[in-house]
Every structure is written in structure tokens, then in C-alpha cells.
């Protein structure tokens, strides 16, 4: 498992592993109620080695801690939460 840190000025859970970046991007909507996970990216050298499986893990754990709901408009991050039914109530009515 990588590091995992939360960059709020950013948006991002970002993950730095052998000098490279790996991220998930959000945006905060409904006055910070909601966070609409929008793009995981891993860089091409680093994939296969479950880094961004790791960072929406971190995230999702984030949002779940911090009672906030999430949009999973990251095909990686649904798929994520579609093999990990726990997370399935974090998802917002209107997502």
C-alpha cells in the first residue's frame, strides 16, 4: 500500500511513488456537502501495481469519515465501488 495524502488546496489524493504523481481529482459541490470524484490518473510506469486502488480507498475512507457523499463521475472510482458494496451509501441521491 502507498502513502496516500489529501491536498484540499489542490483537490486531490495524491500519491508520489518512485519520484511520480498519482492522483484523484474532486470538486466540492453543494456547499461542501458533496465531492464529485472525477479523475483518477496513474502514471503509465507505475500501473499495475494497485495505486489508484489505493488512493480511492483512501478517499472514499476520507468521505466516509468526514460524513460527506461522494459523485463517482470517475469510471475507475464506480467501478472501485461496484466491488466494494460498503462504499455504495456514500453515493449522493442525485449522482
Not at 2 to 25: C, I, N, R
Not at 28 to 53: C, K
Request: charged residues 25%; proline residues 4%; hydrophobic residues 35%.
Amino acid at each position: 500500500m502507498v502513502t496516500v495524502k489529501h491536498e484540499k488546496s489542490s483537490q486531490q489524493f495524491v500519491a508520489v511513488v518512485e519520484g511520480k504523481t498519482a492522483y484523484l481529482d474532486y470538486d466540492i459541490l453543494n456547499n461542501g456537502a458533496l465531492l464529485d470524484y472525477h479523475h483518477t490518473f496513474v502514471p503509465p510506469e507505475l500501473r499495475g501495481r494497485n495505486i489508484a486502488q489505493d488512493i480511492v480507498k483512501f478517499a472514499l475512507e476520507y468521505a466516509k469519515q468526514n460524513h460527506l457523499h461522494i459523485k463517482p463521475s470517475c469510471p475507475y472510482v464506480e467501478r472501485y465501488i461496484e466491488k466494494h458494496r460498503e462504499y455504495q451509501s456514500l453515493i449522493a441521491d442525485e449522482a
